[in-house]
């Protein structure tokens, strides 16, 4: 059982937007900064979003992050194929003084 | 161009060690906070540990599941990152990924390819 609890799917059709919860407590979401990161299969995991809301150079803007109280959220705009994949966010957790992931969400593009 | 090559996976029995390198080039790793995060076949991403630098305090954090059986060190003047894994057990077999990013803030934006460690009898 993950620490951060994430969606084990989610599915939209191409051009679509689909949003990724990610919800945690006060000891990891609710006091640090959060990540997301996309996992191709056979991949390692690719860096999308860090700090919360921040994306990193080459990240195109149809991925977003945001964060309110103990959840974080991954917005994807304009779906494509190419976006099929798993996706996970992770933060610190103060209390276990260790990092934690979500459980990871399969994105299908339908 | 910054790369991280992980090497040392293999099988290994229950009970017994083996020790994961990454070879890191392209960035200053003496200044860079290095995690290891693994990945079980089929499931989700899982923080192992990581070592800070020296200007970070050069201290370690462990998960729960692997204290005190795993022990992170590095080599600032060989930029090589290390795991040493004993008392392995069947549920550490995964792929073990060589990681950096920001420290205090908590995100990755390099990884390595990844190494496999399989643990069975």
């Known amino acids: 059982q993950s620490v951060l609890t994430q969606p084990p799917s989610v599915s939209a059709a191409p051009g679509q937007k689909v949003t990724i919860s990610c919800s945690g407590s006060?000891?990891?979401?609710?006091?640090?900064?959060v990540s997301w990161y996309q996992q191709l299969p056979g991949t390692a995991p690719k860096l999308l979003i860090c700090?919360?809301?921040k994306r990193p150079s080459g990240i195109p803007d149809r991925f977003s992050g945001s964060k309110s109280g103990t959840s974080a959220t991954l917005g994807i705009t304009g779906l494509q194929t190419g976006d099929e994949a798993d996706y996970y966010c992770?933060?610190?957790?103060?209390?276990?003084?260790?990092?934690?992931f979500g459980g990871g969400t399969k994105l299908t593009v339908l | 161009e910054v790369q991280l090559v992980e090497s040392g996976g293999g099988l290994v029995k229950p009970g017994g060690s083996l020790r994961l390198s990454c070879a890191a080039s392209?960035?200053?790793?003496?200044?860079?906070?290095m995690s290891w995060v693994r990945q079980a076949p089929g499931k989700g991403l899982e923080w192992v540990g990581r070592?800070?630098?020296?200007?970070?305090?050069?201290?370690?954090d462990y998960a729960a599941p692997v204290k005190g059986r795993f022990t992170i060190s590095r080599d600032d003047s060989k930029n090589t990152l290390y795991l040493q894994m004993n008392s392995l057990k069947t549920e550490d077999t995964a792929v073990y990924y060589c990681?950096?990013?920001?420290?205090?803030?908590?995100?990755?934006?390099?990884w390595g390819q990844g190494t496999l460690v399989t643990v069975s009898s």
């Open positions: 990681t950096t990013g920001s420290g205090s803030s908590f995100f990755f934006d390099y």
């Open positions: 392209g960035f200053t790793f003496s200044n860079a906070w």
């Open positions: 070592f800070k630098s020296k200007t970070g305090g050069g201290t370690t």
């Open positions: 006060s000891s990891n979401i609710g006091n640090n900064y």
């Open positions: 700090e919360n809301n």
């Open positions: 992770g933060t610190w957790d103060s209390s276990l003084s260790a990092g934690v």
